[in-house]
């Protein structure tokens, strides 16, 4: 899978999505500072899910049918469960197609939500 981690999810999280296989681009490499909404742009001209800790990215999506390609959101869960409730969503079909549906999926250490959506770039 294709993914963009935002400065807020951490560069361990990179590291760890890189090392399990996946295609993994960094926020803050190329902008620490970029606006999000130049985030989104980049993650659905390479088609690549946003993984982020803040809930700006739903806003967009949902205030502003913002496009995009699916968005992990790990609000308020400490760093060191980040890897374990990521790979618990990852592990799972059934979350995979509602990502590649382009919905958001919202991660809290009690549990998982979907908010389905359309927004395919």
Known sequence: MKF???????GRLSAWLATAGHDVQEVRNRDRCMPDEQVMEW???????I????KDFGELSVARG???????RLPDVPFALRTYLLGKVLERQVYIS????G???????????VRKFNHLG
């Open 51 to 54: 993984i982020t800790a803040d």
């Open 4 to 10: 963009l981690v935002d400065v807020c999810a951490g």
């Open 43 to 49: 993650a659905v001209k390479e088609k690549r899910i």
């Open 103 to 113: 919905s958001i999926i919202t991660v809290s250490s009690r549990r998982i939500r």
């Open 66 to 72: 913002q496009r995009h390609f699916g968005i992990i």
């Open 98 to 101: 509602y990502l590649e549906e």
